[in-house]
């Protein structure tokens, strides 16, 4: 602040700045961490972050499709 008491521009730029860095749902990173998240602990013991298991599931079930289409268009071209 300047001496007569009023906030500057470059100063207001500053604390948006701050506020929106922080905030979860402005920050991409930490919304889809969020998002992704266990609903009942987002958070483990050691403060890492936990995946839900809908997550891991899905994941489990991709790989596997992705593992099925090519061992049929790779594996079995002889």
């Known amino acids: 602040m300047d001496a007569t008491g009023y906030i ?3 100063e207001v730029r500053l ?9 979860a749902e402005t920050n ?3 919304a889809l961490r969020s998002v992704l998240a266990d609903d ?11 995946p839900s298991s809908l ?7 991709v790989l596997a499709l992705l593992s099925v289409f090519l061992y049929f268009s790779l594996g079995r071209g002889r």
């Open 55 to 61: 997550v891991i599931l899905a994941g489990v079930i």
């Open 28 to 30: 991409p990173e930490l």
């Open 15 to 23: 604390a948006l700045r701050k506020l929106h860095s922080e905030d």
């Open 40 to 50: 009942l602990k987002p958070v483990d013991t050691r403060g890492r972050w936990k």
């Open 8 to 10: 500057t521009p470059d």
